[in-house]
């Protein structure tokens, strides 16, 4: 599957954004989805996970109460919309799939296999 990530941008602390993440060649409802984001320096780390019906969220404790991750399977898209943004939260931001249900247990990037591109979200202060 191919993932296109987009809605990064720079935004005041306190501020809002939403990010999706738009699937192509494979069949979007069989995927595990989630968001890991990296920050200058630091290790790519996990932010957020959805299971292939949408029923089920996972948060980093990071961003719990602030970000809320969704999935249209209609549309082959994820959202993260995050909310009361902090300057912490600047990173790029990757969306990834995998097929692989186990993955949800353990949420570690590297039991995902395909990744998007990376978008961009700047919290200014």
């Known amino acids: 599957v191919q993932l296109q990530a987009s809605g990064g941008g720079l935004v005041q602390a306190g501020g809002s954004l939403r990010l999706s993440c738009a699937a192509s060649?494979?069949?979007?409802?069989?995927?595990?989805m989630a968001w890991f984001r990296q920050s200058p320096g630091k290790e790519r780390e996990f932010v957020a996970a959805?299971?292939?019906?949408?029923?089920?969220?996972y948060y980093a404790d990071s961003v719990k109460g602030r970000f809320t991750f969704s999935r249209d399977n209609v549309k082959n898209t994820v959202y993260l919309q995050m909310n009361s943004l902090k300057p912490e939260d600047t990173a790029v931001y990757y969306c990834?799939?995998?097929?692989?249900?186990?993955?949800?247990?353990?949420?570690?990037?590297?039991?995902?296999?395909?990744w998007g591109q990376g978008t961009l979200v700047t919290v200014s202060s």
């Open positions: 060649g494979g069949t979007f409802g069989t995927y595990v």
């Open positions: 990834a799939a995998t097929p692989n249900y186990s993955a949800l247990y353990y949420l570690q990037r590297s039991d995902f296999g395909s």
């Open positions: 959805i299971s292939k019906s949408g029923g089920s969220t």
